[in-house]
């Protein structure tokens, strides 16, 4: 409820923008449109700025149940384990999959949340906009976006070797592929809300495959050093 209001809030702003531009330049008293849709548009940025932190603490508070539930899940499992398992993984092991490990999955269902549901709505939203302001510019719009997602998968499957080569010890088809294209995919198209929770479930599946918990490996490494040379560039 409070991600669709920030949603809306954020793309009803350029439609006041827009209507006070326009009433600004026809009216013989400027002022009047501009204390009006001002006022508007501060009252919507003060409902956008409440209904994300609101729709933040939720999803946060969402996330550390889940945590919660999941450790307790893990805990409880190990004290099952059999002698033979207990003497495969080593006590230090056990630490980071009920601590490091869990709060990555953590922070990634939090951003998942966000992602999953705000982005959508935007979309849409930005979309419903479009035909109220220009119909016509709309449709445009809507028809360049399917070639936006037909460059963005050609660009995947041209550069998907290339990934391979410089994270070698990430396994073939291995899902955090197509979290780190995405990643990149949404910087260089500008998508910062879309970035940020790709790179973090990247970093965290990375972590997953980390031989040695306690430091970062070269895979993670590596995808740190391209998102800042990218972003650089």
């Known amino acids: 409820c409070f991600m669709v209001l920030e949603a809306f809030c954020e793309c009803l702003m350029p439609f ?19 204390l009006l849709y001002g006022g508007l548009m501060i009252l ?21 149940g889940f945590a919660s539930n999941l450790r307790h899940d893990l805990f409880y499992r190990v004290q099952k384990f059999s002698f033979g398992n207990v003497d495969k993984f080593s006590s230090s092991s056990l630490v980071t ?6 709060t990555n999955v953590q922070h990634a269902y939090q951003m998942c949340l966000r992602i999953a549901i705000r982005v959508p709505l935007q979309f849409l939203f930005a979309i419903v906009m479009s035909f109220v302001v220009n119909p016509k510019l709309a449709w445009i719009f809507l028809a360049v976006v399917p070639f936006l997602g037909a460059i ?4 995947m ?11 070698p010890e990430v396994p073939n088809n291995h899902p955090v592929y197509g979290t780190m ?4 995919a949404a910087n260089m198209l500008g998508l910062d809300h879309a970035a940020t929770p790709m790179g973090l479930k990247a970093m965290g599946e990375l972590q997953t495959l ?24």
């Open 152 to 155: 963005i998968v050609s660009i």
């Open 181 to 184: 294209f995405m990643n990149f």
């Open 210 to 233: 980390n031989a040695d918990k306690s430091k970062a490996s070269n895979a993670m490494i590596m995808f740190v050093v391209l998102g800042a040379s990218g972003l650089t560039i």
């Open 16 to 34: 006041l923008m827009t209507k006070l531009l326009k009433e600004a330049q026809i009216t013989s008293e400027p002022m009047q449109p501009i």
């Open 44 to 64: 919507l940025a003060a409902v956008s700025l409440t209904s994300g932190f609101l729709a933040g603490r939720f999803a946060a508070t969402a996330s550390c």
């Open 157 to 167: 499957l041209y550069v998907m070797p290339f990934f391979r080569r410089i994270f």
């Open 97 to 102: 999959r009920l601590t490091t490990d869990v």
